[in-house]
């Protein structure tokens, strides 16, 4: 091979270097960011007027560090997805976008902290319940962004699936990024801190293919 020849190699390994880089630390950052995120959050399963009143500080920095959170989610879908490529090239691409896309749909969400925020210290409290229930109403938010964020949790756990079948992640992985992901959902009513029970579970499933990742750069 001559020099010429050589470089767009060069090129091309050290591209995927950084892609492994930034893929195996977006495995780890985003359940850090998430069990940070619950973490700061306020008390109560609602977006109670008093309450966002009361802990108007705890409401802007959750609010925050989930959006970031929510955007790690983008690199991890391409990170897992980036492993399917060769085996289940079409699977990796369709579920990985749909992720992707998910996990944008879902960090605009968080910006609906703010209104509520500022509602709650503006007008009294069942005019602010009811302007929030309007908004919330809206077809343009449930089709728009509330049903496509959801989807992130089917794309990560096909994407999981199928990278259990290629021997990729182990079987117990899976089963702790389900029950991570279950875990905010099954705990509404509970304080903040039982909730960042499911963050702790995903960082188990996905720090040591994030670890195996940044090795391989």
Request: charged residues 10%; aromatic residues 8%.
């Amino acid at each position: 091979m001559t020099i010429i020849e050589s470089r767009p190699q060069a090129a091309s390994d050290a591209t995927n270097g950084l892609w492994r880089v930034g893929g195996g630390l977006a495995l780890i950052a985003w359940p850090v960011f998430h069990l940070a995120g619950f973490l700061t959050s306020p008390p109560g399963e609602t977006h109670a007027p008093h309450l966002y009143r009361e802990h108007a500080t705890l409401v802007q920095v959750s609010a925050v560090i989930l959006h970031y959170s929510a955007i790690l989610i983008v690199p991890v879908v391409l990170a897992l997805a980036h492993f399917l490529k060769q085996r289940m090239p079409r699977l990796a691409a369709i579920t990985g976008l749909i992720g992707a896309f998910a996990a944008i749909s879902g960090s605009a969400l968080l910006l609906t902290d703010f209104y509520d925020l500022a509602l709650a210290k503006s007008v009294p409290d069942p005019q602010a319940v009811a302007i929030t229930d309007l908004a919330n109403g809206y077809p343009g938010v449930l089709y728009g962004f509330l049903l496509p964020a959801f989807l992130v949790h089917p794309a990560l756990l096909v994407l999981a699936g199928a990278l259990v079948r290629t021997g990729v992640l182990r079987w117990w992985q899976f089963v702790l990024l389900l029950a991570g992901l279950a875990v905010p959902f099954l705990t509404t009513a509970q304080a903040p801190v039982v909730q960042s029970v499911g963050p702790v579970l995903i960082l188990a499933a996905l720090a040591p293919l994030g670890l195996r990742m940044l090795k391989r750069a």
